[in-house]
């Protein structure tokens, strides 16, 4: 287990046993805001704008006084995000991504996300052949193509929270992406405003007019309608020319098909993380909200099909639940009544949240 700390110094720490006894530690040069791990080596991307990429040593064992330094840019520009895409490493600096090559310690390709050069790489996630994107202070996520690097698709999920709980409940219109994962074949989506969104992957986006968008990545209509309702702003880019085979996988998603958790965060949503479990049917010994009665019917069903459940869990400051407002009015009532008690120096809905869902999927 690799920590890494504000004031620079990066931990490692057994994952095995004696958890609370740190193995290896080394001052680096500034914050440390990202770590990911590929083909035995752990890349460390630093706020000065420098990556740091360490390896074993001959003696099996993790060596962090022997080190390689790559320089991405100017020092007051950092590395906000990086995520494993196959056997590379994909970097968001500033409005670029920058591909590295693990083993040979290069910057294969540069690329622009997003024209504006003021702009900010915050968020990556990564699963077959594309890649989705999100830029600091926008609600639009970009797809893009794992190997080819092009640009497949955007969507904007703006109008999409705005109609479903309205600028009233959000207390301001300006959605901003600040989570994101890609978990039991659905990409979740974080907002500043605390709001979690799933939406499906899918191979194929079909506009809310019917008009098919994409078929894989090669296969690819021209946008009709610049619809503003959910479902109809989706810009989808691919090239006729691409090398990739027909059967490689493009996560493409539909705002149309989202869906949007009632149960949020009065703050920012901080951080997805996802892990397999089955919780719901360790608790009551059958998984709840079933779309089907009959659990013999659901069984048949999914026979002969590996069904997979996959625990999500949202990380943010508060709960709220969005039908009904942020609950601050239940712990005054509790209270009122005791003059004697020490009113906690946070109510229960501003005290940091973890929200779990269980998902239950066939793999692809």
């Known amino acids: 287990m690799w920590l890494g700390a504000q004031n620079g110094w990066l931990y490692v720490h057994s994952a095995v046993s004696n958890w609370k006894k740190c193995l290896h530690s080394i001052k680096l040069k500034d914050s440390v805001l990202s770590l990911v791990h590929v083909k035995g080596r752990v890349l460390v991307a630093l706020a000065d704008g420098t990556l740091a990429i360490f390896h074993r040593g001959e003696d099996g064992q993790w060596d962090l006084s022997n080190y390689h330094l790559m320089d991405l840019g100017h020092t007051h520009h950092s590395i906000r995000c990086m995520a494993v895409v196959y056997d590379r490493v994909w970097c968001g600096y500033k409005n670029k991504i920058h591909v590295i090559q693990p083993k040979t310690m290069q910057i294969e390709k540069s690329f622009d996300a997003h024209p504006r050069r003021e702009s900010q790489v915050r968020q990556l996630a990564w699963i077959g052949d594309g890649v989705w994107v999100s830029i600091r202070l926008d609600s639009t996520l970009r797809l893009y193509h794992a190997h080819s690097h092009q640009h497949l698709q955007d969507v904007d999920i703006e109008p999409y929270v705005s ?37 499906p992957l899918t191979e194929t986006v079909v506009l809310h007019r019917g008009q098919l968008l994409g078929l894989r990545a090669n296969k690819t209509s021209p946008t009709s309608g610049e619809g503003s309702r959910s479902g109809g702003v989706i810009h989808v880019y691919g090239d006729d020319n691409s090398d990739k085979s027909a059967s490689s996988f493009i996560p493409y998603c539909s705002m149309a098909q989202a869906q949007l958790c009632f149960h949020g965060h009065r703050d920012a949503v901080k951080f997805f993380v996802s892990v397999p479990g089955n919780v719901l049917a360790t608790l009551n010994g059958s998984v709840l909200d079933s779309p089907s009665e009959n659990p013999s019917t659901a069984a048949t069903e999914t026979e002969g099909q590996k069904l997979k459940n996959v625990l999500v869990l949202s990380g943010g400051e508060g709960y709220i639940d969005f039908r009904i407002g942020d609950g601050e009015d239940d712990e005054t009532e509790e209270n009122a009544g005791d003059a004697t008690q020490v009113k906690p120096v946070l109510s229960k809905a501003e005290r940091s949240h973890i929200i779990v869902w269980q998902v239950s999927y066939i793999p692809e």
Do not use: D, Y
């Not at 959000?170 to 979740?188: D, E, Q, Y």
């Open 163 to 199: 109609k479903m709980l309205g600028t009233g409940k959000l207390g301001f219109s300006f959605v901003r992406i600040t989570a994101l994962l890609i978990a039991g074949n659905r990409l979740w989506v974080g907002t500043g405003n605390g709001v979690v969104i799933s939406i």
